[in-house]
């Protein structure tokens, strides 16, 4: 029994003087070894570590990191001495010279890092609670510290200055060196930069806007940058931000991440799940270099980005999506021997060889066949809505950056042999690559091992004995904690973390900023909305689901996460969802300018903003078809879920109730009861047919009818509905145009405009166009009107 007590209690005598060696300074002569776990400074109140973090297979680099139970080799590193140099794992130390110079010496007895410091006096070197490492005399001179050398994060109050960068890492386990960049570049202003091994372009703020429209300013030369411990971010470039979750008392970290995206992470406490309060892009495949060049992003929000190569090209190579791919034809120089294939939507930023105003199709395919060197031309309208919106003609060279999304405007045409089969194989069936994919590459580093001799072969047999001991200790105590940790952890887990900080509220604090939901502003089959002030003065709506309070948490978790990804200019912007209990709620942003519905009813609308809406609803439709892999269906489309902002531009709501549809081979799927509205709803619920997309587009189809006849389809008109009204009407050619318009519309807008709702509200779901391609006719008239956004 005493032997036994004796075994526990040992491991706790042997590694606690070991435990207290760590300490929060170094001095001047002393160093700390690789080979020693225990040689690590650790912050005054355990926030932060310092000391050799494992990068490879025995490859080490100085670091920083959050101190974390058990993170292991997944800790969140702030700062690296010498990330693109490890050293080897034994032998290697970093010292503090008697000289006040700090060195990091490899094994191989080179120095791979230096601070090329100088001091007579005494010198430390502090691990700070605030995650800096400094190197001051006692005295308090401030010699070097790591805040002035940002690797790839930045901590609350340290600055980004003049000539230094945050160059986030290769990949998520790949610390070295990666492409992207934060910087001010010599216009004053803070950029993100992609530098990749051939070509390098600046992608943010928006290299299509202005700096002045982007906000910022270029006159003021302090280049400095930082953001407060409550999560409020400030550049001299004017360049301001607050975070979703400002004001709270968390740990944050502002982190370069390795794909190209720049966020903002907070979480609770130490273990704690990070979350993103903040991020610079919201559309990941306007980040450069990517998917390389010949090749197209497509962001789908429930799996991250894709890269496919265009018709007729391979992939160069498949481990390495930035090579992008190649051409699997060769192209001719003489203009009889080519042709143009269309690619809706999609551009490719940059190397524009020219550009030309006012150039019709047929002139631009014209200059780009002219060219050897022209790989395919992009023909836009630039900013519709100008008096003047003529087509340009942009002739490429080389095409990267490359993107597809039915947000963009724009079509590329690209070059391509004539006699081939490679363009009529359609997009879709061409080679897709994943770029979320990692290559981590095993470091290769080889080392003479030096002579053991027996007295180091005593020493290693009596340490693997103490450390056995210790470890079966160290595992008890871990057994312990995991256990404490586990517990605590299971409330961190429910934190979705996905873009633009969309995040899990307390019923507590939406009671709060509902005032104990006291002012309801709607009320719909699947819950009632109220409004609310969020804590950092957002207002919100929150809607507080009925009916679905059995539905499993687990289940309301998935789906909150699909909604959570989801963002698009034509939805509302969704903030977050509270589960507690038998409690389900969603908050969005609160929208001032009532929905569709009402502006029908008090005529508000003329027929530019009519058509508008009709195309941004079929847009945001469209997103939710297609754009998700999960295919989220609405099931309530309808004047009352079609919100307007104040620029009358539509954001589809309520979109918190569909089910997204576990997609079979062929996209169908059977709910159980039925869903939407008496005058909206497809004949498929009725007939208990499989419910596809196709019956949103059916409520579609009615919604265009409302707004072009100004009559609801909910009562029938002369006792006819209102699909049968608008033929026979047709027919008899009397007009059907709402008479509040007064006959002020135009006339081809309104033809297509009939002519979709009509085709959206066949019978027959198969003979309905898809959103996309209700998206695409009522676009083929945007190339001769230029009122629309
Ligand atoms: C490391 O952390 C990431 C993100 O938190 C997680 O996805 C991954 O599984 C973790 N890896 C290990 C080995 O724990
Ligand atoms: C955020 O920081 C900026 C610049 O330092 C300051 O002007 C602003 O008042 C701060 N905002 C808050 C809410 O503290
Ligand atoms: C430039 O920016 C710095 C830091 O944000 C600020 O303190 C300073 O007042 C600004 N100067 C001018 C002239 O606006
Ligand atoms: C393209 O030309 C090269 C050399 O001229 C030839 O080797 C290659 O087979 C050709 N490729 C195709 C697809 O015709
Ligand atoms: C654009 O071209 C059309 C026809 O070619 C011409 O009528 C029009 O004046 C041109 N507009 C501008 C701004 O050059
Ligand atoms: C990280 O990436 C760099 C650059 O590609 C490579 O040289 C290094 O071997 C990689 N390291 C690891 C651990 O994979």
Redesign the pocket.
């Known amino acids: 029994m005493a032997i036994l007590l004796l075994l526990f209690a040992l491991p706790f005598i042997l590694s606690s003087p070991l435990l207290s060696s760590a300490s929060d300074s170094l001095t001047k002569g002393s160093s700390l070894s690789v080979d020693k776990a225990n040689d690590v400074l650790i912050s005054r109140s355990n926030t932060f570590v310092a000391g050799f973090f494992p990068v490879g297979d025995n490859a080490y680099c100085f670091a920083i990191w959050f101190d974390e139970p058990f993170c292991n080799k997944n800790c969140t590193v702030v700062w690296m001495a010498n990330r693109d140099q490890p050293v080897n794992g034994k032998h290697s130390e970093l010292s503090l010279l008697k000289s006040g110079n700090l060195i990091l010496k490899d094994a191989g007895r080179v120095t791979v890092w230096a601070t090329d410091t100088v001091s007579e006096s005494s010198v430390q070197l502090y691990l700070q609670d605030s995650g800096n490492l400094v190197l001051q005399s006692l005295e308090g001179d401030l010699l070097w510290q790591s805040f002035d050398f940002p690797t790839d994060t930045l901590l609350p109050l340290q600055p980004l200055s003049k000539d230094r960068k945050l160059v986030s890492s290769r990949s998520q386990s790949n610390y070295s060196s990666g492409f992207y960049k934060l910087y001010f570049d010599t216009d004053n202003v803070l950029h993100l930069l992609y530098a990749g091994p051939d070509f390098s372009s600046i992608y943010w703020p928006d290299p299509e806007v202005s700096i002045f429209d982007s906000g910022r300013t270029t006159?003021?030369n302090?280049r400095?940058a930082h953001f407060d411990p409550l999560g409020n971010f400030?550049?001299?470039d004017k360049f301001f931000f607050k975070s979703a979750d400002y004001g709270a008392n968390l740990q944050r970290r502002f982190t370069m991440d390795s794909d190209g995206n720049i966020r903002l992470y907070s979480r609770e406490d130490k273990g704690g799940k990070w979350t993103v309060s903040w991020q610079a892009i919201s559309q990941p495949c306007k980040i450069h270099g990517i998917c390389g060049p010949n090749s197209l992003c497509n962001y789908v929000p429930s799996s991250g980005r894709k890269c496919s190569c265009l018709q007729g090209f391979k992939t160069k190579d498949v481990n390495d999506w930035s090579l992008g791919c190649e051409p699997e034809f060769n192209l001719s120089c003489s203009t009889t021997e080519i042709t143009f294939l269309r690619l809706t939507h999609a551009d490719f930023y940059g190397y524009d060889n020219r550009f030309y105003r006012n150039y019709t199709l047929d002139m631009c395919k014209n200059a780009c066949s002219k060219r050897c060197d022209c790989k395919g031309f992009q023909f836009k309208f630039i900013k519709p809505g100008y008096p003047n919106n003529n087509p340009y003609c942009f002739v490429k060279i080389l095409l990267l950056n490359g993107y597809r999304s039915q947000n963009f405007e724009g079509d590329i045409y690209l070059k391509v042999p004539k006699a081939s089969h490679f363009y009529s194989q359609p997009m879709e069936e061409s080679r897709t690559l994943d770029c979320s994919g990692e290559i981590a590459k095993l470091l290769n580093r080889v080392y003479t091992k030096s002579q053991e001799n027996e007295t180091l072969k005593y020493m290693l047999w009596f340490a693997s004995i103490i450390g056995a001991i210790e470890f079966i200790g160290i595992f008890l105590v871990w057994c312990l904690l995991i256990r404490i940790h586990q517990n605590s952890g299971a409330v961190e887990q429910d934190y979705v973390q996905a873009a633009t900080g969309f995040r899990k509220f307390t019923y507590a604090e939406l009671e709060k900023a509902t005032r104990g939901f006291s002012e309801e502003i709607g009320r719909g089959a699947g819950g009632i909305v109220y409004k609310g002030v969020l804590s950092d003065h957002r207002v919100a709506a929150v809607k507080r689901l009925i009916n679905e309070a059995n539905q499993g948490d687990a289940q309301f978790r998935a789906e909150v996460s699909v909604i959570g990804k989801l963002n698009h200019m034509n939805l509302i912007e969704m903030w977050g969802y509270c589960a507690e209990r038998n409690h389900r709620l969603l908050v969005c942003k609160y929208i001032e300018h009532r929905s569709l519905a009402e502006n029908l009813s008090s005529n508000s609308l003329d027929w530019e903003k009519r058509f508008n809406i009709a195309l941004g609803t079929a847009k945001g439709l469209c997103y939710l078809h297609e754009e998700c892999l999960e295919w989220v269906l609405h099931c309530d489309v309808k004047p009352q879920n079609i919100l307007l902002d104040c620029d009358y531009q539509p954001k589809v709501s309520d979109f918190g109730l569909s089910h997204p549809l576990k997609r079979d081979s062929h996209g169908i799927s059977r709910l159980s009861r039925i869903r939407g509205t008496r005058g909206y709803i497809a004949p498929e619920w009725v007939l208990s047919l499989p419910i596809t997309s196709k019956v949103d587009v059916y409520s579609y189809g009615m919604v265009l009818l409302e707004m072009i006849t100004g009559k609801s389809p909910t009562a029938d008109i002369e006792d006819k509905r209102l699909v049968t009204w608008v033929k026979e009407k047709i027919k008899a050619a009397t007009a059907i145009v709402d008479p509040k318009l007064e006959g002020n519309y135009d006339k081809t807008q309104m033809k297509i405009l009939v002519q979709v709702a009509l085709d959206c509200v066949n019978e027959d779901k198969d003979a309905r166009p898809t959103m996309r391609r209700v998206v695409e006719m009522l676009l083929q008239n945007e190339m001769n009107h230029f009122c629309l956004v």
């Open positions: 006159y003021n302090s400095i400030s550049s001299s």
